[in-house]
């Protein structure tokens, strides 16, 4: 026998044994790592956190208990068709989180999920690292608009209420952040914007800011549709 495949016996076993304690409960793997443990969004992310992320998206029972786990005040809302075309489905009403909002806005229940786990991860801190304050509100441009994408045909994902434009923040010693007026730049202000934008390429689909096209200069578009983009 070769070492190669000494090596791969070995592993191999390892696995077996390690498979076997789980299931004989010896070992009870830690619920942030169980790839069908429900995603915590209190956890910090991990390399499952995409995985649970998308699984939730076509199961609304799953992405209520992540819902339940984050810092969110929400309503459930029934399904409905405002047009036929942007069908809402599986949303809910954010009112609040551990920030005040300009607006409630509806959301699919996986983009308020994913928004709770960008806010409390990446947003949050990153207040904390570049301006040395806590955040407490967001200014956004709306969620749910039954319209395509700008000089386009396709249908875009704010038709079903899948995707946020985020335009500023307001901090605990009264300062306030625009994408419009801070974007640029290389001052704490900009780092910060930059940093958020950042972590919302971490947790959403879709990101697209200033850096984008000029139509994107006063907000940072988040998505949770099937087009994979940080801009
Ligand atoms: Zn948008």
Redesign the pocket.
């Known amino acids: 026998m070769t070492i190669a495949r000494l090596i791969l016996l070995c592993v191999l076993l390892a696995l077996v044994g390690f498979g076997l304690a789980v299931w004989q409960g010896v070992y009870r793997v830690p619920p942030a790592w169980n790839p069908w443990a429900p995603l915590d969004v209190q956890q910090p992310p991990n390399l499952l956190t995409g995985h649970k992320l998308r699984r939730l998206q076509d199961d609304p029972a799953l992405c209520r208990l992540a819902l339940d786990s984050a810092e969110l005040r929400y309503t459930p809302m029934p399904d409905s068709l405002p047009d036929p075309t942007c069908p809402l489905t599986n949303t809910v009403r954010i009112e609040a989180s551990a920030l005040r909002f300009s607006a409630p806005f509806r959301a699919t229940c996986s983009l308020a999920v994913a928004y709770a786990l960008f806010e409390t991860h990446d947003l949050r801190p990153a207040a904390e690292a570049h301006l040395g304050s806590p955040l407490v509100r967001l200014d956004h441009?709306?969620?749910f608009?039954c319209r395509n994408i700008a000089r386009s045909n396709r249908r875009?994902?704010?038709a079903t209420a899948n995707?946020?434009?985020i335009a500023g923040f307001h901090l605990a010693d009264g300062r306030r952040i625009t994408v419009a007026r801070h974007w640029s730049g290389d001052d704490p202000e900009a780092r910060f914007l930059r940093a958020v934008r950042d972590g919302a390429c971490r947790r959403f689909r879709a990101t697209?800011g200033p850096d984008y096209n000029a139509a994107?200069h006063d907000?940072l578009?988040?998505?949770m549709g099937r087009f994979g983009i940080c801009r």
């Open positions: 441009f709306g969620s608009a875009s994902q704010h995707a946020l434009d697209l994107h907000h578009h988040v998505d």
